[in-house]
């Protein structure tokens, strides 16, 4: 899984557009129908919006501002 973020301000990264999460990942009804792109959709956001992303997003960034410092 891909996404863009951007950050805001500083303390504050967010994704570019929710709607362009890139993945290989097929999602599967119960039935064991492909789910359409939209529905896969709103399962991917709420697995981005479950991870600690924005929090190594932010790591990373502080780092970056001490070595340019």
Do not use: C, F, K, Y
């Amino acid at each position: 899984m891909a996404w863009d973020w951007v950050q805001l301000s500083r303390g504050i990264v967010t994704m570019a557009d929710p709607l362009s999460v890139i993945t290989n990942i097929s999602l599967v009804s119960p039935d064991g129908d492909i789910l359409p792109p939209l529905e896969s959709l709103r399962h991917l956001n709420e697995v981005v919006h479950a991870l600690p992303w924005q929090e190594e997003v932010e790591r990373v960034l502080q780092v970056g501002d001490l070595a340019a410092s």
